[in-house]
């Protein structure tokens, strides 16, 4: 497993990060060992984490269970929920495995499940983010036509509180350069990993709560690709009420150690390191519009600190950016209109989608 503290070696072959390709070499040999095959499909674990989430648990189980694939592997973790889950999860006794524990987060949960997985292949769904037909059999499908694969993701559907459809997300193609140089999160609902890409990543950081998925995706795509799967086949629940000033602040700060963390490897390939500042730059502006509606003062902070990275970035990439800047900068005595721009330009998405 690669760590911030420079133990960066593969636990597979024992080759550090730099030298990834035989690493994913001999996981290919193993992926391959595995043919798709109608009466003998791969097992595939699904997670579905919750917690107070009764009121939209029953559809999202209900989407994985009548997905058209056979083999399924479903576990529900309830972490710690006072809310009517339990009762949902009995209407599907012998169905899902259920297991409940005290209440310990987000991302803990998840590692228990990826813990638990017995599945080839391993997907996290979200216990509000139902996924639609054809998932599971698209995922094994593109992992088996490419064994090279670590990872499959597919476009997906915002939808509101009815699961009426809000918009259409077609997530970009992998680029893990830009991923790392942009600092976004490509990779959105509905994601499914091979079980094997454990030994290379074991499992998210639990003291990231809301970056936690994002760090491990960096984290394993320097392993191997992963690919966009081009069909819109899940989706994710966007929820009344705006974030406090707080939680802003938070996601923020979690931002900054995300990339602090990353950089802080010890054998980064050169073609990642050269983009240190690019992605500091990137990083910084993120958390200053994360702050921009709640904190304005703590948001100006890390937009000066992004034009020190990169003032070319700005100007070559991203020149809307110095308009946000100017605004960051304007009385706070703003205009209704120019303040409902504001505010609707701070809550557009800068990862695809976002879990608290």
């Given amino acids: 497993m690669g760590s911030p503290d420079g133990d960066d070696t593969c636990p597979v072959t024992g080759a550090t990060v730099a030298a990834v390709w035989p690493c994913v070499q001999f996981l290919e040999m193993v992926f391959e060992e595995s043919p798709l095959s109608a009466v003998n499909p791969p097992l595939v674990t699904v997670i579905t984490p919750t917690f ?5 648990l029953r559809e999202t189980i209900t989407s994985v269970l009548t997905q058209d694939y056979p083999n399924i592997e479903y576990i529900v973790l309830d972490d710690g929920s ?5 009762a949902v999860v009995e209407e599907y006794r012998g169905r899902v495995t259920y297991i409940s524990h005290a209440n310990m987060g987000h991302a803990r949960t998840v590692n228990i499940g990826l813990q638990m997985a017995r599945g080839e292949y391993v997907g996290v769904v979200n216990s509000d983010d139902p996924i639609l037909p054809g998932l599971v059999r698209r995922a094994v499908e593109a992992f088996q036509e490419a064994p090279h694969l670590l990872v499959v993701y597919p476009d997906w559907r915002m939808i509101d509180q009815a699961s009426n459809t809000v918009k259409r997300v077609r997530t970009p193609d992998y680029d893990y350069p830009n991923m790392v140089r942009w600092q976004k999160c490509l990779i959105g609902p509905g994601a499914f990993m091979r079980k094997a890409a454990l030994s290379l990543e074991p499992g998210w950081d639990p003291t990231y709560r809301f970056v936690g998925d994002f760090g491990y995706w960096l984290r394993l795509g320097l392993h191997g690709p992963f690919a966009r799967i081009p069909a819109v086949l899940a989706t994710h629940r966007v929820h009344p009420g705006a974030a406090s000033g707080q939680e802003d ?3 923020a700060a979690e931002t900054m150690r995300l990339v602090d963390a990353y950089f802080a490897r010890a054998h980064l390939p050169p073609e990642v390191r050269k983009l240190e500042r690019e992605a500091r730059c990137n990083a910084t502006y993120n958390a200053g519009r994360i702050c921009m509606a709640s904190a304005p003062q ?6 000066r600190e992004s034009l020190r990275y990169s003032l070319s970035s700005y100007l070559r990439w991203r020149p809307q950016r110095l308009v946000m800047l100017a605004v960051a900068y304007l009385p706070g005595t703003l205009s209704p209109v120019a303040r409902k721009w504001l505010e609707k330009l701070a809550k557009s998405p800068l990862r695809y989608y976002r879990k608290s």
Avoid: K
């Fill in 82 to 86: 006072t809310d009517d889950t339990l």
């Fill in 52 to 56: 107070n989430r009764a009121a939209f």
């Fill in 298 to 303: 703590q948001a100006r902070a890390y937009f």
């Fill in 249 to 251: 602040q938070a996601w």
